[in-house]
């Protein structure tokens, strides 16, 4: 009788053994999706994220790359002023070694449509094994002189979504003019732009306007920004339509800059308004 007692009690154990271990596993599956969220607060906090691209080791494919690599193209309007394609962010970073920022694009939740400003958007895909987030992000590039551009980059995650924005960025660089067209200045040096000029996407529409020296970027904050980076020291501005969508902002304010370059100018201009095209010598 004993040894038939033992041996229910060896199988009970047995039993309470095995029946603690599938408890113990079946939470840990539960947990595992929370970690990712603080994970992104902590990027996001970041505007300036650093990331450093090797020139060394970089091998050109294109055509346009070996020449940059090789020392034959040293001036980046030798690219621009032709119309070459530029497809690799490389040649951007040995010509003009630019800086760049993200904008604050997106949103975190937030009761009564009051969250923080972030830098990434985040978006969400219904499908049948669940939802699928996606996060997007705005990049400029800038060298503070006279050279600007401005990429988007989306994807499943924050990181290549940011690296892809800073790539798309540098492949759009673009240049732009300088002058001072303030009437209330006319001193003829390019801290400013030389004439009004517009730009526009979607509802939003921008005039940036030539300021008096020492006025300073009087512009939307991440307009700012890129016209930091472009080298514009004074500015004025009006904005209408839906300015808070920063996307369509920022590329109205973009446009604008672009059609800078596209006014025609008599001769007699360039030294009345001190127009610099580019980088300042
Ligand atoms: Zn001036």
């Not at 808070?244 to 446009?255: G, H, P, Q, T, V």
Request: glycine content about 8%; charged content about 35%.
């Amino acid at each position: 009788m004993k040894e038939e007692k033992n041996k229910k009690q060896e199988k009970e154990e047995v039993t309470e053994q095995t029946i603690v271990e599938v408890v113990e596993e079946a939470p840990k599956l539960e947990f595992e999706e929370k970690p990712e969220e603080f994970e992104i607060v902590e990027i996001e906090k970041e505007t300036k994220p650093e990331i450093k691209t090797d020139v060394e080791k970089w091998q050109p494919k294109t055509e346009v790359g070996k020449k940059v690599k090789v020392g034959e193209i040293t001036d980046i309007n030798q690219i621009l002023d032709k119309g070459l394609p530029i497809l690799e962010q490389e040649i951007i970073d040995v010509l003009i070694k630019p800086e760049h920022e993200l904008l604050l694009v997106g949103q975190s939740k937030g009761k009564f449509g009051g969250g923080a400003r972030r830098v990434f958007r985040q978006t969400q895909k219904k499908t049948p094994e669940g939802n699928k987030p996606s996060f997007s992000t705005y990049a400029v590039v800038g060298n503070k002189n006279g050279y600007v551009g401005g990429g988007y980059g989306k994807s499943k995650d924050t990181v290549p979504a940011r690296e892809k924005a800073i790539r798309k960025a540098k492949l759009s660089v673009f240049k732009i003019m300088r002058g001072c067209g303030s009437w209330e200045c006319n001193c003829k040096t390019p801290h400013s732009i030389p004439f009004k000029v517009k730009g526009k996407c979607g509802s939003v529409e921008i005039t940036l306007i030539p300021a008096p020296k020492g006025k300073g970027l009087v512009v939307e904050k991440e307009c700012a920004k890129a016209l930091r980076l472009a080298g514009i020291k004074d500015i004025l501005s009006k904005t209408s339509g839906q300015t808070r969508d920063k996307m369509n902002l920022i590329e109205a304010c973009f446009s604008a800059l672009k059609k800078l370059t596209k006014h025609k100018i008599q001769p007699e201009q360039i030294a009345e308004l001190g127009i610099q095209e580019g980088a300042l010598k």
